[in-house]
């Protein structure tokens, strides 16, 4: 596993239970003929996204970004 440092959010922290539930119904919908590979990983994806964006607003209110990048600044 590559210990460098994960890039700039929007995505859940990697030990959400929320990125589980998502990961674990993509694998549930692949599975059961619900969706393809491919909708069960962009279905994932865009959920993934929207989740991390959202834990986002909650750890920086008004923020643009988040996490230690330069660009960190607050909403005009």
Not at 62 to 73: A, E, I
């Amino acid at each position: 596993m590559n210990d460098s440092p994960m890039p700039s959010p929007p995505f859940p922290s990697p030990d959400s239970t929320v990125l589980r539930v998502i990961v674990g119904n993509a694998i549930a919908s692949v599975e059961t003929g619900e969706a393809t590979v491919h909708e069960a990983i962009l279905n994932a994806a865009v959920h993934g996204w929207y989740e991390g964006h959202i834990q986002g607003e909650d750890n920086c209110p008004g923020c643009d970004f988040r996490g230690q990048l330069p660009k960190n600044s607050n909403r005009g």
